[in-house]
């Protein structure tokens, strides 16, 4: 219990994590205790790093599906929602229900196939985490942010700045429904049917529960006692026990030990296949790899109340808030269509990144600068959700490198600010027919400002005046030129993405200005004035 | 208990703490001296910039002058790129925190730090190390990402920027100190006080869009910061406001202190203009032109009482 809270809460913290309490490469090793992280990351980093999901496997062959219940936070999520909506509707209860292997297995297989010949696109709708991150982060963490900052505003009026009002992430509005539709499914799955989900769509249930078939622990009906009194098949979440044949369907079963709670006469076990039994209070002790200590089932009020923190998730789409204020005529203006979206720094390259993400969500909620959005089509229908640049909301900090440390599976790979300075993720376009400069003859230059190597760099144009120019061997496809373009509707300067990121050249250094510095006396040369 | 002891170590600390300020009191009574009728001190050399200030605060009367017990205190230093001291797009973090110290010395109540960012503010803020430094000296650093912070202000005498979201905390606090770096600038050829003014405002876009040189000048009428300190220990000569690299960077180590910000401005353009910023005079920069017309300081260096300091 202790296990599950702790992951749960750890899990959903760092998606709102506004403050940065946990570090991003501490962010990045709490997920890959996850299976499906930790198993793409050992796939595509081939780092020296912690495989996870070798131990959950170890720790499958011995307890069975442990790591339903106690580390995945979908799986957590949804006995939350059971105890809430049982603990509403007293008497509802679960019954044997058969396994719907074709589904099941389907999927794993599906997802497997998948994952060999073309990449992550099955994962990306079924891993249980990429689902429980997304709905943190699209619901949950706005939620949270909504009330942390009502509580900074009231306190801004009495000049109390100790918390800080934190502007909510931008996130269109179809991604937000296919994640609210997603959880609420689950969600109405769960309280009609308990683990149903768990058993019949994950992928990650499907190969435990396969694993589990020869785990060295499991759930026993013993008949010699048994007194038929069918509690244990009420409280069973997964449905696999059905006590009139007094058969237990391993494969489904997320050791929830609610039927050893509920039996009178402990003719429920929990013990080894073979017929030598292990007493119930040997296993209350056992403690396993992964720190899961099987202690009581039972729910607490605390824990309970815990969970009532999701019920207020609903959502307020984040409107668009673009500036009505235009000086350019639209008509006049040049409009430019983009023809890629960028893919985070990191990922190698578009289609490289849409074969290894999953869409947890996890970098967007972390990134700084806002840059990062989930994709709708702009990946087309292989990237839905899946972060890409988008520069009308931020533009890609040229020393930060957090997308890389927090990704658990490698798709956008971990690399140093060094490296980082030399990736180029896309180029940009001047169109000097929108520039401030060229149609209203004032200076502007904010593209140049904010340029971070001066690939964007300003040329004499008319008298008093400096025009943008475009030198695209430096330009590292950041979009801080096209974020900050004042120019609206269509902006003056825009960062087109390329599929295969390559390398940007280094500016070349200017040798250093030494000036003479300690001077004793006074003297007027000192100053130019 | 109260032993013979601590009452001793207490005497002791008592008369340490007298015989310090007789010490140190010949230097407070020489400050007070006609010193404070200078127009602009300007410093160069020592050991950083913070012993410049304090040097150089003396004489414009000492901090008493600008602050009074029991007022809040808003430092608005430039801090607007996520980049490291050494790269001089920021404001010297050293600086930022012997203010907030000479601050506290002259009776501030609170004293306030806070500057709307151009890269993500908590990186700013962090790597710009001023949020460490002031922390350190007992200032509450307080964001400028969020609106809700911004309060609608009318701008009278602006031309063109009639209305502005400023910082709740400009418009509030009871003194504004402005504590600029001096840059290059790519399309205004150079920043420093007046266009460090634009970090307490939400939309700068707006600026840009209709005309940065113009807007500067009309905000810079809404509230006359009551000092303004610019850094030009490190000064940024090229590739402005972001800078580059370190060599875009030359060590002048001056510090110029005023409470007229249009002559600070024209210090640093005297300053920029011998490294090729593409002006000559200070008054080739369009917005310090502006603001001289407006009356709002004056750019004739050369009529000016200065008082030059090098250490």
């Known amino acids: 219990m202790v296990s599950a809270v702790t992951f749960i809460a750890l899990l959903t913290f760092i998606f709102f994590d506004i403050y940065n309490l946990i570090p991003a490469p501490a962010v990045r090793y709490i997920v890959l205790t996850q299976f499906i992280p930790s198993f793409l990351d050992f796939f595509t980093s081939l780092s020296p790093a912690f495989y996870f999901f070798i131990l959950i496997i170890i720790l499958t062959l011995i307890t069975g599906r442990a790591y339903c219940s106690f580390m995945c936070p979908l799986g957590i999520f949804q006995d939350i929602v059971i105890r809430v909506s049982s603990s509403l509707r007293k008497g509802k209860s679960f019954a044997f229900g058969r396994a719907y292997n074709f589904i099941r297995y389907g999927i794993l297989s599906a997802t497997a196939a998948v994952l060999i010949f073309t990449g992550t696109f099955f994962l990306l709708w079924f891993d249980p985490f990429s689902i429980y991150g997304r709905f943190a982060f699209y619901i949950v963490s706005p939620v949270i942010i909504k009330i942390n900052n009502f509580i900074a505003v009231t306190m801004i009026k009495f000049n109390q700045y100790t918390l800080q009002a934190v502007e909510i992430k931008p996130v269109s509005t179809v991604p937000v429904i296919i994640t609210l539709i997603i959880i609420l499914l689950i969600v109405i799955s769960a309280i009609f049917k308990g683990r149903l989900y768990c058993n019949t769509v994950c992928p990650v249930g499907a190969l435990l529960g396969i694993i589990s078939k020869i785990s060295f622990l499991k759930i026993t009906l013993n008949k010699d006692t048994c007194v038929n009194c069918g509690k244990c098949e009420r409280v069973c979440k997964s449905s696999c026990i059905y006590f009139k044949e007094g058969t237990v369907d391993f494969t489904r079963c997320v050791l929830c030990f609610n039927c050893l709670a509920v039996c009178p006469n402990s003719s429920t076990g929990f013990s080894t296949a073979f017929p030598v039994k292990v007493k119930k209070d040997n296993f209350n002790q056992k403690s396993t790899a992964a720190g899961a200590s099987f202690v009581s089932p039972v729910i607490s009020r605390k824990n309970f109340l815990s969970g009532m923190v999701f019920l207020p998730a609903v959502v307020t789409l984040p409107s668009g808030k673009e500036q009505k204020l235009y000086f350019q005529d639209a008509a006049k203006q040049v409009q430019y269509k983009r023809k890629v979206f960028a893919s985070p720094p990191g990922s190698v390259g578009i289609d490289e990144f849409n074969s290894r993400c999953t869409a947890c969500s996890l970098c967007i909620s972390r990134c700084p600068s806002t840059v990062l959005r989930p994709a709708v089509f702009q990946y087309g229908i292989y990237g839905m959700l899946q972060p890409f640049l988008d520069f009308s909301s931020g533009y890609c900090n040229y020393d930060c490198i957090i997308c890389g440390q927090v990704c658990p599976t490698g798709a956008i790979s971990k690399t140093d600010i060094a490296e980082k300075h030399l990736i180029r993720t896309g180029k940009s376009v001047f169109i000097k027919e929108n520039c401030i400069t060229y149609t209203n003859n004032t200076v502007c230059g904010a593209c140049s400002e904010h340029c971070p190597t001066k690939a964007v760099h300003m040329i004499p144009f008319k008298k008093g005046l400096v025009i943008p120019e475009v030198d695209n061997s430096l330009c590292t496809g950041c979009g801080a030129c096209e974020h900050v373009c004042p120019v609206r509707p269509f902006r003056a300067i825009y960062v087109d993405g390329i599929r295969k990121h390559d390398k940007a050249k280094l500016p070349v250094k200017k040798e250093d200005i030494k000036v003479e510095t300690k001077k004793k006396a006074v003297r007027k040369e000192d100053f130019p004035f | ?311």
């Not at chain 2, 960012?117 to 400028?144: F, H, L, Q």
């Not at chain 2, 609608?152 to 905390?169: D, F, M, Q, Y």
């Open chain 2, 1 to 311: 208990m109260y032993t013979r002891r601590k009452f001793l170590t207490k005497l002791k600390t008592f008369f340490e703490g007298t015989f310090f300020t007789f010490l140190l009191f010949p230097a407070l009574a020489e400050s007070s001296e006609e010193k404070n009728d200078y127009d602009l001190v300007a410093l160069k050399g020592g050991r950083g910039p913070d012993e410049l200030f304090r040097n150089g605060i003396n004489y414009l009367g000492g901090m008493k002058r600008f602050v009074k017990k029991g007022q809040s205190v808003l430092i608005k230093p430039n801090m607007g790129w996520d980049r490291s001291p050494e790269y001089g797009a920021n404001t010297n973090p050293v600086l930022i925190e012997a203010i907030i110290r000479e601050c506290f010395n002259a009776g501030a109540s609170s004293v306030y730090v806070m500057d709307h960012t151009c890269d993500s503010w908590k990186s700013c803020y962090k790597n710009s190390r001023i949020e460490e430094y002031s922390v350190r000296a007992g200032a509450k650093v307080v964001p400028a990402n969020s609106t809700d912070y911004y309060v609608k202000t009318p701008i009278p005498r602006g031309r063109l920027l009639k209305e502005a979201l400023v910082h709740k905390l400009y418009m509030q606090s009871d003194v504004i100190i402005n504590v600029p770096v001096l840059k290059h600038h790519s399309s205004t050829g150079i920043t420093a006080s007046m266009k460090n003014l634009m970090g307490v405002v939400w939309d700068r876009s707006e600026w840009h869009r209709k005309d940065l040189h113009q807007c500067i000048a009309d905000f810079a009428t809404l509230r006359r910061p009551n000092l303004s300190i610019l850094d030009g220990w490190r000064v940024m000569v090229r590739n402005g406001p972001r800078g580059y690299s370190k060599s875009d960077v030359v060590n002048y180590q001056y510090l110029f202190i005023s409470t007229d910000l249009v002559a600070l401005d024209s210090a640093g353009a005297a300053v920029l203009a011998k490294e090729g910023a593409g002006f000559r005079t200070a008054e080739d920069v369009r917005y310090i032109k502006i603001a001289k017309q407006y009356g709002l300081g004056r750019t004739d260096l050369d009529q000016l009482k200065i008082k030059r300091i090098s250490i």
